[in-house]
């Protein structure tokens, strides 16, 4: 129950493919792999925009020198 085996798929697939077209089926799975390929170059340049925001906010821990301290050096 709930779980596809590969003969109700196929039937599935028959019915869409005399529904709508071999055409109509082509441009939609095109449209979902634009879409799918607009998604991940969206994520990898909203993780880049955080990576950039977040190395302009870490602070510097290294301890300075002063000028005084540098002759003794």
């Known amino acids: 129950m ?9 039937i599935i697939a ?4 005399v529904l709508f ?4 089926i082509s ?3 095109g449209e979902v ?7 991940k170059k969206g994520v990898k340049d909203s ?3 955080i990576e950039a925001a977040s190395a302009d906010t870490a602070k510097d821990v290294t301890p ?3 000028d005084a301290d540098k002759d003794k050096v």
């Open 47 to 49: 993780a880049t925009e």
């Open 21 to 24: 077209g071999r055409g109509k």
């Open 2 to 10: 709930g779980r596809f085996g590969p003969l109700e798929i196929l």
């Open 33 to 39: 792999g634009k879409g799918i390929t607009a998604f």
């Open 14 to 17: 028959v019915v869409l493919l």
């Open 27 to 29: 441009n939609l799975m």
């Open 64 to 66: 300075k020198v002063q």
